[in-house]
């Protein structure tokens, strides 16, 4: 290009070139990407909600049954929250109190825990009576004396999926305590597990432990039943009868904080229950039984 001296032009009243000045030279033409982005466009909706559902993180509520349990559920909170605070989850504690006569609520409130006090007596009637009010995505249930790991929370709860929507953290494939466990529960919960495996045909090797963790819609499709400590057999039960896969994850298991509440006899109840549980429920040939007794005499009871 030729350089122009420019100069004011009175007359014209603006600046003017003087001399000659060459075009500039055409740019050169560039192909233009047909994605000019990365890539094509989903035309999808359903894709994209789905982006945006992964955005929002999911919500968890952190179930804790207790009666008078003041300081398991002191040494429990504060290790909840070292541990989610940590890994960044949002979550809600709520405490499933028995009528506590100890200092079990405040000190849940104090640590940021929601009270919920039942209206009737057992830790299997306190959950039925709570279960409906949930409103997370999913929920961990969890004992509060101390036995079970609040540090396993995050790997059970990124197990659940739509193929597991409920995980069961398992004891007796993971490792107990010195002092944990006697010899005579131990043989007790073996026993109770294969017990319920073989009444049920679904293979489970910790029937009794108090950690699970569950896609909150699927928890409460459960037509649970239980009242006391039959409550984890009673879920084990109905997601064997309801064909919901349960994945068990290996856990620690530790000394209890207090004095222990479960006994030899429980186990008895919660044999009895697991029976009675199975004989109660519709195998698939008396369904199909049913459904042909409700056409066969269903018309003649209408018209009659």
Same mark, same amino acid.
């Given at each position: 290009?030729?350089?122009?001296?420019?100069?004011?032009?009175?007359?014209?009243?603006?600046? &003017?070139?003087?001399?000659?000045?060459? !075009?500039?030279? $055409?740019?050169?033409?560039? $192909?233009?990407?047909?994605? !000019?982005?990365?890539?094509?466009?989903? !035309?999808?909706? &359903?894709?994209?909600?789905?982006?945006?559902?992964?955005?929002?993180?999911?919500?968890?509520?952190?179930?804790?049954?207790?009666?008078?349990?003041?300081?398991?559920?002191?040494?429990?909170?504060?290790?909840?929250? =070292?541990?989610?605070?940590? %890994?960044?989850?949002?979550?809600?504690?709520?405490?499933?109190?028995?009528?506590? =006569?100890?200092?079990?609520?405040?000190? #849940?409130? %104090?640590?940021?825990?929601?009270?919920?006090?039942?209206?009737?007596?057992?830790?299997?009637? #306190?959950?039925?009576?709570?279960?409906?009010?949930?409103?997370?995505?999913?929920?961990?249930?969890?004992?509060?004396?101390? =036995?079970?790991?609040?540090?396993?929370?995050?790997?059970?709860? #990124?197990?659940?999926?739509?193929?597991?929507?409920?995980? @069961?953290?398992?004891?007796?494939?993971?490792?107990?305590?010195?002092?944990?466990?006697?010899?005579?529960?131990?043989?007790?919960?073996?026993?109770?597990?294969?017990?319920?495996?073989?009444?049920?045909? =679904?293979?489970?090797?910790?029937?009794?432990?108090?950690?699970?963790?569950?896609?909150?819609?699927?928890?409460?499709?459960?037509?649970?039943?239980?009242?006391?400590?039959?409550?984890? #057999?009673?879920?084990?039960?109905?997601?064997?009868?309801?064909?919901? !896969?349960?994945?068990?994850?290996?856990?620690?298991?530790?000394?209890?904080?207090? &004095?222990?509440?479960?006994? @030899?006899?429980?186990?008895?109840?919660?044999?009895?229950?697991?029976?009675?549980?199975? @004989?109660?429920?519709?195998? $698939?040939?008396?369904?199909?039984?049913?459904?042909?007794?409700?056409?066969?005499?269903? $018309?003649?009871?209408?018209?009659?």
């Amino acid at each position: 290009m030729v350089e122009a001296e420019i100069r004011m032009d009175p007359a014209r009243g603006g600046l &003017e070139p003087y001399g000659k000045m060459e !075009p500039m030279p $055409p740019a050169p033409s560039l $192909p233009i990407p047909r994605y !000019p982005f990365g890539g094509p466009v989903d !035309p999808s909706p &359903e894709a994209l909600w789905q982006e945006i559902d992964n955005l929002v993180p999911s919500s968890l509520s952190i179930l804790l049954p207790a009666l008078n349990e003041e300081d398991g559920v002191e040494a429990v909170m504060k290790r909840i929250s =070292t541990t989610l605070h940590r %890994k960044g989850l949002s979550y809600s504690v709520y405490l499933l109190d028995g009528q506590s =006569t100890d200092q079990t609520r405040a000190v #849940a409130m %104090k640590l940021g825990a929601e009270v919920f006090v039942q209206s009737g007596h057992g830790k299997g009637s #306190a959950f039925r009576e709570f279960v409906p009010k949930i409103k997370e995505d999913f929920a961990v249930l969890l004992d509060s004396d101390g =036995t079970y790991p609040p540090e396993a929370i995050p790997e059970l709860v #990124a197990a659940l999926k739509d193929e597991s929507p409920v995980v @069961l953290g398992s004891r007796l494939r993971g490792s107990i305590d010195e002092g944990a466990m006697s010899g005579l529960n131990y043989a007790g919960n073996v026993l109770l597990s294969r017990f319920a495996s073989v009444l049920f045909a =679904t293979p489970i090797s910790d029937v009794c432990s108090g950690m699970w963790a569950f896609v909150s819609d699927r928890l409460k499709s459960l037509n649970l039943t239980a009242t006391g400590f039959d409550l984890e #057999a009673d879920i084990f039960a109905e997601c064997a009868l309801r064909g919901i !896969p349960i994945l068990e994850i290996p856990i620690r298991y530790d000394r209890r904080i207090g &004095e222990p509440k479960l006994h @030899l006899k429980e186990g008895f109840r919660i044999a009895l229950a697991l029976l009675k549980k199975r @004989l109660r429920s519709s195998s $698939p040939r008396t369904v199909e039984r049913r459904a042909l007794w409700g056409r066969w005499f269903g $018309p003649a009871r209408e018209s009659a």
